[in-house]
């Protein structure tokens, strides 16, 4: 994990503890709690993100260094990023056209 920025070592340190609660109860209930506060956490990080990304293309950046940046991701899919589109609208996009087509 050293070359993991600060804040996601931390975040996995969380789950972490999470894991180390010995009482299962207080264990299930401490997760459950994150869990319903994820979604929220995960619309939050989504933004930064998509921020972020537009930041980097305006300073220059093409898509596929930021691409490359995000992981090795595709250059398409760093400007699906920028436009906010998420994984679960692609997926039902991309099984809209795929029911569409098989209809035509």
Not at 26 to 41: I, N, P, R, Y
């Amino acid at each position: 994990m050293a070359d993991q920025p600060e804040e996601v070592t931390r975040l996995v340190e969380a789950i972490k503890a999470f894991e180390a609660i010995e009482d299962d109860e207080a264990c299930a209930v401490a997760v459950s709690q994150a869990l319903k506060d994820w979604t929220g956490h995960q619309t939050r990080l989504r933004q930064l993100r998509q921020q972020r990304v537009q930041a980097l293309k305006a300073q220059g950046r093409t898509w596929e260094e930021i691409g490359r940046l995000l992981g090795g991701i595709s250059a398409a899919r760093a400007q699906q990023i920028a436009a906010g589109v998420s994984g679960a609208s692609r997926r039902k996009a991309e099984t809209a056209k795929r029911a569409e087509a098989s209809d035509g």
